[in-house]
């Protein structure tokens, strides 16, 4: 596609529910790295997949969170029994990867509201 | 791992003045110095970058010097339009070690007064 595409643009999710964020990345963009922004914050790093292995999930706050990527293209975020503080807009960037070094792209974001 | 810092978090500036914007970072093995901008709702998007192997590197009317040594870079914006008001990102990383992820600073809220 054009650009980075995440969906839904925003969510509201009772407090306890299960989610899932949506992200479709530049086509032939093999890096793909899941950010969460709080506000009045910079993006703060989730996890990196390089094709469909999760390279580095150093950044998952806990284990209610997990992403995948199946087939090195699309990767969904899912978060388990939400709170109150996983409220955030969770942001999405794709590069070339493989050491090609170049500029990452984000998308517009997911705004997660937990009530 | 990396640590970075940014200041000033606001910053206002009278049309046609320059801005200034600087970033510290911990991890001497980065080597990779992007900012973006990112205005209200909308998405971060890269406004320039640097890498280690140079110390500046200029675009129009955006600039960004590294001092790798004091380990600290810094974006400037010269004649400063009303479209400049934005919120600035610095970020540090490493390139070429497979893993490209983004250290970001807190970010500065600049305001173009008119």
């Known amino acids: 596609g054009a650009g980075v595409s995440q969906t839904p643009s925003n969510k509201v999710t009772e407090k306890g529910k299960y989610v899932e964020l949506r992200c479709d990345p530049i086509s032939g963009h093999t890096a793909l790295y899941w950010y969460r922004q709080s506000l009045g914050q910079g993006p703060e790093f989730l996890i990196y997949?390089?094709?469909?292995?999760?390279?580095?999930d150093s950044g998952l706050p806990n284990d209610r969170f997990f992403a995948v990527r199946p087939e090195g293209s699309v990767s969904t975020l899912k978060i388990q029994r939400t709170e109150r503080g996983d409220s955030a807009v969770y942001l999405c960037a794709s590069s070339l990867g493989q050491g090609k070094a170049t500029e990452a792209f984000f998308g517009q974001g997911t705004r997660l509201t937990v009530v | 791992g990396e640590n970075v810092e940014q200041h000033p978090s606001t910053l206002s500036v009278q049309e046609g003045d320059s801005a200034v914007i600087k970033c510290t970072y911990s991890d001497s093995a980065s080597n990779y110095f992007p900012w973006y901008k990112q205005e209200l709702g909308k998405r971060p998007q890269l406004i320039i970058d640097?890498?280690?192997?140079?110390g500046e590197k200029k675009d129009q009317r955006i600039a960004v010097t590294l001092n790798k040594t004091a380990k600290h870079f810094s974006l400037h914006i010269t004649e400063t339009q009303p479209e400049d008001s934005a919120v600035y990102f610095c970020?540090?990383?490493?390139?070429?070690?497979?893993?490209?992820?983004?250290?970001f600073g807190t970010g500065t809220r600049l305001t173009i007064i008119p």
């Open positions: 640097i890498r280690s192997n140079v």
């Open positions: 970020a540090a990383g490493r390139l070429n070690f497979g893993n490209e992820k983004l250290t």
């Open positions: 997949f390089q094709g469909t292995g999760a390279a580095d």
